[in-house]
């Protein structure tokens, strides 16, 4: 058995996904494999999108040995606190932060304490005890301290950062490592007669690239996946309307928010990404409801610095590969699916694509049970956040066509119930416990105006003056610990500022 | 959007706890200490003083739930009779004459299951085969029936040790009962004959037979299997789970018994089902599980009697239940616990354990008055979830067992299986994966006890180790049993920790 290991794994296409793959099974399988090869061509551009993070990728880097201020300087990298939503709820902006809400009382969630205070006549924000909400506020940040008791070590943090830059790093980081890159045009996919494995990629030039696993990091054109091995994809446009986007990026004007802002528009949203050099933006809109031409000018009208180029278009359609694991062929990145980058999701569902693979190992035969496992795996996370991101228009109150659509659709029967069960009791379900947690489902729910019909009754067991002073007392520690923090251009300044 | 604000003009006012034994003293007595002395008043109506008695098991998770109400372990252990639990010893169940140790706890010293598993599996096709209890605290223990606590910041091997109870449960309920009248639960002795439903097809009282009427908001419903309010009355369905579980008789007997009990329930395999033997302080209680379609209960009572080497005390004792769960443990104004929730044979002692769950369940997801079907959904939702991976755990016991010695063995060897099971054993078998649905009780540690206890070898060697490098595991690995050795030894024979612990000499 052991004759049948791995002996060599093809990784098809650059860009983030292939790069931070081969980073990945480099430091991790690479002792186990004869040898690791990455087909990308540079007359291929890579997409780029997905310069905002989620706090995973920080055990992503560790786990490769990164040294965070090198990865930070290389990456042009700002850190983040979470998403500010503007224009989604029509009265107020709101934030969707990486920390909690305080801790429970007597069992209690924090944001129950908060509904049963306000019923009571209180008129604090449940924001207020949010530490990355009133950072982010503030403009200021630090990484948390190693004491998860104290509010200052509470909270969580991510990157925004250059995807090409991260790709290029990890690419060094690779190499470094053995990694093969081959230039190429894959021209043709050669599968085996027998079972229908992949066998090799064919090149331009009559070169071929053999291998006994292939990752299928093409982007889009899902070259292995879907257009040989025709694996099928799951249409969720029905859920997620939105099939464009323009990106461009413009000079950075003032300091860089430790966040990252999202503008509801007339039909979609705009996404905003301070980097150390320059502020990524993009409209994300449903061409069913507005032209690119309108699109565009929403955008360069919305920008907050000049424009650095004319914006670059995209075309897509919401949703996911029926197998991202077929046969002898692993499907990561825009390959395997597409959720728009509302929540900053598409390197988290990378990072997690590999951590499966590796776990999932397979050997030359690539057990089906194993693939079966991981598509069971990955359908629930891309579900869950699926389900996530149809919160956010199915809640907002917004005006519009789009907006409209988005209130009156059908949504999948688990969103259904976990609507209605907030909205029953300020109860929320879970259904993968590695995805979204609690503050992230309330943060979205009370910022777009969803408050339950009543909160916990447990929460009436708590006498009345008795929470008053324990929520004044919290937060005042939640204001006078974001005041503590340096600024967040400030702390760049000091620790991590790239070479200009 | 409503605002909110009228929680508490809706809160419950009453609870009233249909049937007494350890389902409804536990409601009532986490009940008490969870509400406190607040407006809502707590009924517990049971149709006599005596609880049905007999040996039981829990998990270790029971201990926080004692933590919860306040009872003291040494208490406990003088209230009830109690033994540690450490382990169960499977007899028979792969192979005749065969046996394996499923212990609590987690295995090495310091080491994620899944680098402890690979390395286990990829020793033993090494030729290096070694049984799981060397590799845990817990099972060593077991073993070698030694048993101790140790401070909260012991860093040595013994801060893996995890351990539960054997039990009298008769005893335990009259304990908790006492736990719950101090906190002002109100004990009401009656035979409940009828419940009137009022026109939103709530319950809205219960008749006793002496004529009084008892109404109440909320009603819990542990009055077994029967459920009397959410079966009888609101006439909730049962999902029966025999074509996998076809075992659907017990027939129970108290023994006396000579020497130490052991800190071990023994599991033993039989022709037409299986027999536990649980150790108390004093005695041990028997039982046979069986399946009437390939024994009579004349000849089970015979067997266990047989079997049972120690004296038996009374006459024996006969259940019938059929294995399933309530179509919904939640309906209207009305929670099943316990046999009302669903029945699962004691393999694995999930009975306690899942009592425990569901109030957990209902602290989270209490309801006021309206009873939003949405909270209930979300309830039976979790519920429904558990049981089908408790069950899922149960049937591979019986579905992977290799014996094709009787017609039970041959039917549970050849039956299909539940989708979730298959696509487990599968994994397990072809690729050494265990897989981890929602909300499991058991974790992969005890899912690998099982699978290689019975029988079930993957078939494909471990790459993980590989990717690790062989050396630096192995060198991590070798010296952990002798780690386990020289940490179990320090302890004392469970007998002096239960003599000093309970303060019984």
């Not at chain 1, 107020?92 to 509904?115: A, E, I, K």
């Not at chain 1, 200052?152 to 990157?159: I, V």
């Not at chain 2, 908001?217 to 077994?224: E, V």
């Not at chain 2, 099971?421 to 050494?432: I, V, Y």
Request: charged content about 25%; proline content about 5%; hydrophobic content about 45%.
């Amino acid at each position: 058995m052991a004759g049948s290991a791995v002996r060599r794994i093809v990784i098809v296409g650059g860009g983030s996904a292939g790069w931070m793959a081969a980073a990945a099974l480099s430091a991790l399988v690479g002792r186990r494999v004869e040898e690791i090869v990455l087909v990308e061509s540079a007359q291929i551009g890579t997409i780029g999108v997905g310069e905002a993070t989620l706090p995973t990728l920080r055990a992503f880097n560790a786990t490769l040995g990164l040294d965070e201020i090198e990865f930070i300087r290389k990456t042009r990298a700002t850190f983040k606190l979470g998403i500010e939503f503007r224009g989604w709820n029509p009265d107020r902006t709101f934030f969707h932060g990486f920390s909690d809400f305080g801790p429970d009382l007597r069992g209690v969630s924090p944001h129950q304490l908060w509904l049963r205070s306000r019923a009571a006549g209180d008129e604090r924000s449940y924001a207020d005890y949010s530490i990355s909400t009133v950072a982010a506020g503030l403009g200021r940040f630090a990484p948390p301290l190693a004491d998860r008791g104290s509010v200052l070590g509470s909270y969580s943090y991510a990157f925004q950062f250059d995807a090409t830059a991260y790709a290029a790093y990890l690419r060094a980081f690779a190499e470094a490592r053995g990694v093969k890159r081959i230039e190429g045009r894959i021209v043709d996919v050669r599968l085996r007669s027998a079972d229908g494995f992949v066998e090799a990629v064919l090149l331009q030039g009559e070169r071929s690239v053999s291998g006994d696993l292939f990752i299928d990091c093409s982007g889009f054109a899902a070259l292995l996946i879907e257009r040989t091995l025709h694996a099928g994809f799951d249409d969720w446009s029905k859920w997620l309307p939105c099939d464009r986007a323009l990106a461009v990026a413009c000079a950075r004007s003032g300091e860089p928010a430790p966040f990252t802002s999202s503008i509801a528009h007339r039909a979609g949203w705009q996404w905003r990404i301070p980097l150390q050099h320059r502020t990524g933006n993009g409209h994300v809109f449903c061409s069913s409801y507005v032209g690119e031409d309108e699109a565009a000018q929403t955008l360069l009208g919305n920008l907050d610095g000049e424009a650095l180029a004319a914006p670059r278009l995209l075309k897509f359609t919401a949703g996911v590969r029926r197998a991202s694991w077929m046969r002898n062929c692993v499907a990561l990145g825009l390959a395997g699916g597409f959720l728009e980058p509302l929540e900053s999701t598409s390197i988290h569902l990378v990072e997690s694509g590999i951590g499966r693979l590796i776990e999932l190992f397979p050997d030359r035969g690539c057990e089906p049970k194993l693939a079966q496992e991981y598509n069971r795996l990955m359908a629930r996370s891309y579900e869950s956040i699926r389900d996530f991101i149809i919160l956010h228009y199915r809640a907002s109150r917004r005006e519009g066509e789009l907006w409209r659509y988005c209130r009156n659709m059908t949504i999948p029967d688990g969103l259904r119930h976990q609507i209605e069960l907030f909205q029953a009791g300020g109860v929320v379900a879970l259904y993968d416990s590695g995805a979204f947690a609690e503050p992230s489902w309330v943060s979205l729910y009370f910022g777009l105006g969803m408050f339950p019909r009543r909160h916990d009754p447990m929460a009436d067991l708590i006498e009345e003056a008795a929470l008053s002073r324990e929520l004044q007392r919290r937060g005042r520690i939640v204001a006078g610990a974001a005041q503590s923090l340096p600024l967040h251009g400030a702390f760049i300044d000091k620790y991590c500022r790239a070479a200009t | 959007m409503t605002e909110p604000g009228q929680g508490a003009a809706r809160g419950l006012r009453s609870i009233v706890i249909v049937g007494g034994d350890v389902a409804g003293w536990m409601a009532a007595a986490a009940l008490a200490r969870v509400l406190g002395p607040a407006a809502c008043e707590l009924i517990l109506v049971e149709p006599n003083e005596s609880t049905t008695g007999g040996a039981d098991g829990a998990l270790p998770n029971l201990r926080a739930f004692h933590a919860l109400l306040g009872i003291e372990e040494r208490e406990f252990l003088a209230a009830t009779h109690a033994t540690i639990k450490l382990a169960t010893q499977f007899h028979d169940w792969g192979r005749v004459g065969e046996g394996f140790l499923h212990a609590f706890g987690p295995y090495g010293v310091d080491v994620k299951h899944e680098l402890f598993q690979a390395y286990w599996l990829a020793r033993r096709r090494a030729g290096r085969p070694s049984p799981l209890e060397e590799w845990s605290v817990t099972g060593l223990a077991a073993t070698l029936g030694r048993f101790g606590t140790r401070p909260a910041n012991d860093s040595s091997a013994l801060r893996h040790l995890s351990y539960a109870y054997h039990f009298d449960a008769g005893l335990y309920a009259r304990l908790l009962r006492t736990h719950a009248e101090k906190r002002g639960v109100r004990r009401v002795e009656g035979e409940v004959v009828d419940v009137t439903l009022n026109d939103k097809g709530r319950v809205e009282s219960l008749r006793l037979r002496d004529g009084r009427a008892i109404g109440s908001d909320f009603f819990i419903d542990c009055s077994g299997p029967d459920a009397r309010v959410i079966a009888g009355a609101l006439r909730t369905g049962y999902e029966d789970w025999s074509q996998w579980l076809p075992c659907n008789r017990a027939v129970t007997i108290e023994c006396e018994s000579t020497g130490d009990p052991t800190p071990v329930t023994e599991a033993t395999a039989r022709a037409s089902g299986w027999q536990w033997r649980i150790p108390l302080r004093r005695g041990a209680g028997c039982g046979h599980v069986y399946c009437s379609l390939y024994l009579s209960d004349d000849e089970a009572a015979s067997e266990l009697l047989a079997v049972a080497g120690d004296a038996p005390l009374g006459d024996p004792r006969l259940l019938r239940f059929t294995a399933g769960r309530r179509a919904n443990a939640w309906v209207a104004n009305c929670l099943a616990l316990g046999d009302a929730a669903g029945v699962l044979e004691p393999l694995e002692a999930t009975g306690i354990h899942r009592v425990q769950t569901g109030l957990g369940r209902l602290f989270a997801l209490f309801p006021d008055r309206d009873f939003d079907p949405a909270i209930s959904a979300e309830y039976n939702r979790l519920t429904a979830l558990e049981h089908a991976r408790v069950r899922d755990f149960l049937v591979l016991h019986y579905a992977a067992s290799q014996r094709d010695d009787a017609p039970f063995w041959r039917h549970c060897r050849a039956m299909p299986l539940p989708e979730t099971l298959t696509h487990k054993r599968d994994l397990f078998a072809r690729a050494g994966r265990i897989a981890q649905l929602e909300e499991e009780t058991f974790v992969p540690a005890s899912w690998l006890a099982i699978y290689t206890g019975l029988g079930v070898w993957p078939e494909r060697p471990e790459p993980i180790i590989d990717i690790v490098g062989a050396a630096a595991v192995a060198g991590r690995f070798d010296a952990m049993p002798e780690t386990i050795r020289k940490a179990v030894a320090t302890l004392p024979a469970h007998a002096t920790y239960l003599a000093e612990a309970a303060g019984i000499a």
